[in-house]
């Protein structure tokens, strides 16, 4: 019905690769855009400051890491820390003087520096043994980043970060953070989107299916595997640094844990792997609804006059978040996107559902 | 030279306990190539138990434990029942997340309803220390130590039972394993609750130690190591790893604490497992079948 392929007709190999093919995807992209656009005229201050900001950056270090997992198929349990490093070094360079364009820029080249050595023992192991050895580099920088003064200024330290200022232009309100913010995910979207279309998008995904037939037929894993960490330590830690610039602004250690790292993996997997719809809906639904369905059960107790601890209410979040992680897991292992594209696969041929593919 | 000796022997005797929360690990790696990264999820839930069956219900301190030890062999039962084995076949990645998420919620969900304030473990063990010489022992250490050791033991014995002895088939090859009329999916599922059990006894020990509340889960990252250098399939690979993370941790701590800001045990455990898998990925003991690339 509304993605309708009617009339749709390729004629040159440039129209078959576009990025949105279906009419009805470009006009509801443009749609997208003017609302993403006109949000601070639409919603509150509140809303967007708190919700819509670390949403949309959120969704940017998602898809850095969903470049890894989900398209090279190497599995990273220590995104945070790269975050972090690209956070701290923006942060610094910004202190020194820099512009806000230049010190993200530098944030992500740090990161990427120091997340290739993430990427060191993908070099020998995958899987399980990729797992652990990242989870345990996240603990050594986290270590690092506390223990040297001139990093992090102390264990109990919190940095201010400088107000950016893009063009000469100071972001200092709600709304041109807002902007900036969503500039920045459109761009890593649109980057990621097309990395999926290049030869190296091609070889990343020969890579994760069975990087022993990518080498037989010619592709340098080596290479591949390097750089997929090098561009995704790229994006993860300029969003590092976004977070930092236009959502905390004030960087402590404790804001890139461990526990960031696996959020950021649920984001991952509860979107869909491989997927870059999956990962604004992956990073949107493990960030707020947590908050939300909280909010539900608050509301819900006080409404039939039930009583909950304080100390239950505070660990509620975590059980619902955990609970997303595993249901997501067991229920629908292809996540949000896959819920996604059923809809949309139904949509595209209804009413003539027997002549799905 | 004192403070040395006295830092190893302390260390060893809490690198026995690492090995004893890593065994829960490697129990259920041998059995179905699972990592199980809620073990220090379930040690903490064991801990709570044993606090709440001693504390809040009145058992005595045997019947507690014993209680708390069927408790959690019943959720690791469950634990592989409704989750794990419906995850057969799933890229890796999944699977690890799924345990992950189970720690997540067990952190929630088990201080939420006992309570988050540290509580004392109700042992009676003595805090006066133990005196070698000019050598200071903390009591609970060697209790601890000694549990580890005999723990242990009693998995190697278990191993040569009939229903270890089916274990180590399945962890040779599930499908051998089915054709010889072993059930595969019952010992998965028993070496889960045993895990589970292991997880409750540990959970006395590091209770009694740090006490109880959620940060028993941050065990995790020492007990894999320990896993991971002693090799992840191998049992009597965990004691001899317990060890050489147990000294290095608490001589490194030691002597580098009071020149940084402290935190270094976290980074010693972190480096050896860094270190394990670039240099060593089967770990000591292991078995070396490992996915190379």
Redesign the interface.
């Known amino acids: 019905m509304f993605y309708r392929e009617c009339g749709v007709r390729h004629t040159t190999y440039a129209a078959d690769r576009a990025l949105a093919v279906i009419p009805f995807e470009r006009a509801l992209l443009v749609l997208l855009i003017v609302l993403a656009a006109a949000a601070p005229w639409i919603v509150t201050d509140l809303f967007l400051v708190s919700y819509l900001t670390p949403w949309l950056i959120w969704t940017a270090a998602v898809l850095g890491l969903n470049l890894l997992?989900g398209w090279a198929g190497q599995?990273h349990l220590g995104y945070g820390a790269v975050m972090a490093v690209g956070a701290y070094t923006a942060v610094h360079v910004a202190r020194a003087g820099a512009p806000f364009v230049v010190a993200v820029a530098a944030g992500g080249l740090v990161a990427a520096v120091i997340g290739s050595l993430f990427g060191?023992?993908?070099?020998?192991?995958?899987?399980?043994?990729?797992?652990?050895?990242t989870?345990?580099?996240?603990?050594?920088v986290d270590?690092i980043l506390?223990?040297v003064p001139a990093i992090s200024g102390?264990?109990q330290a919190t940095l201010l970060v400088p107000r950016p200022h893009i063009f000469g232009i100071l972001l200092v309100t709600d709304q041109a953070r807002y902007w900036a913010a969503a500039v920045f995910a459109v761009l890593v979207a649109l980057f990621v989107a097309n990395v999926r279309r290049t030869d190296v998008g091609r070889a990343l995904i020969a890579l994760r299916e069975k990087?022993y037939a990518a080498a037989v037929i010619g592709i340098n894993?080596f290479y591949y595997k390097a750089l997929a960490f090098f561009v995704s330590s790229f994006i993860g830690g300029m969003s590092g640094a976004a977070l930092a610039f236009l959502y905390y602004r004030a960087v402590t250690p404790e804001q890139f844990g461990l526990n960031v790292s696996?959020m950021a993996?649920?984001m991952v997997?509860v979107g869909g792997l491989g997927s870059i719809i999956g990962s604004f809906f992956g990073a949107g639904f493990i960030l707020l609804a947590p908050i939300w369905i909280e909010h539900g059960l608050r509301e819900l107790a006080a409404a039939l006059s039930v009583h909950i601890s304080p100390?239950?209410l505070?660990?509620?979040?975590?059980?619902?978040?955990?609970?997303?992680?595993?249901g997501f897991?067991?229920l629908e292992?292809l996540g949000l996107a896959k819920l996604y594209d059923n809809v949309r696969n139904y949509l595209r041929v209804w009413p003539f559902g027997y002549t799905k593919k | 030279m004192t403070f040395l000796a006295e830092l190893a022997i302390n260390g060893a005797l809490v690198g026995l306990m690492y090995a004893l929360v890593a065994s829960g690990i490697v129990l259920v790696y041998k059995s179905s190539g699972v990592?199980n990264l809620a073990q220090g999820g379930f040690v903490m839930a064991g801990a709570y138990l044993v606090w709440a069956y001693i504390a809040r219900l009145g058992l005595g301190l045997i019947p507690g434990i014993l209680a708390a030890a069927a408790s959690m062999g019943a959720l690791g039962w469950l634990t592989e029942r409704l989750?794990l084995r419906?995850?057969i076949g799933?890229p890796?990645?999944?699977i690890?997340?799924?345990t992950?998420?189970?720690?997540?919620?067990?952190?929630?969900?088990v201080?939420?309803?006992l309570?988050?304030d540290t509580k004392p473990m109700p042992i009676p063990i003595s805090q006066a220390p133990v005196w070698l010489g000019d050598i200071l022992i903390n009591r609970t250490y060697i209790l601890g130590g000694a549990v580890a050791v005999v723990m242990v033991a009693l998995l190697a014995v278990f191993f040569r039972t009939r229903a270890g002895i089916a274990m180590r088939a399945v962890s040779d090859d599930h499908l051998a394993a089915w054709a010889v009329g072993i059930p595969v999916e019952r010992t998965v599922a028993l070496s889960w609750a045993v895990s589970g059990a292991v997880a409750a006894v540990t959970g006395v020990l590091w209770g009694a130690v740090q006490g109880v509340d959620w940060s028993l889960s941050l065990l995790l990252?020492k007990a894999?190591?320990v896993a991971?250098l002693g090799g992840l399939d191998s049992l009597s690979g965990v004691v001899l790893a317990g060890l050489i993370v147990g000294v290095f941790e608490s001589v490194i701590s030691g002597y580098v604490d009071p020149f940084?800001?402290?935190?270094?045990r976290?980074?010693v455990?972190?480096?050896?497992?860094?270190l394990t898998?670039?240099i060593r990925?089967y770990g000591l003991f292991g078995r070396e079948v490992?996915?190379?690339?």
């Open positions: 997992m599995i060191l023992p993908a070099l020998r192991v995958r899987g399980l043994y990729l797992a652990m050895s989870l345990a580099l996240q603990v050594i270590w506390v223990q102390g264990a990087d894993v696996i993996v649920a997997i100390s239950t505070a660990h509620l979040p975590l059980v619902i978040y955990g609970g997303l992680i595993t897991l067991l292992p | 990592v989750a419906r995850m799933q890796v990645i999944m690890l997340m799924l992950f998420g189970l720690e997540v919620v067990l952190r929630g969900a201080p939420g309803a309570g988050a990252i894999l190591s991971v940084v800001g402290g935190g270094t976290e980074v455990a972190a480096v050896v497992i860094f898998v670039l990925p490992i996915e190379r690339v």
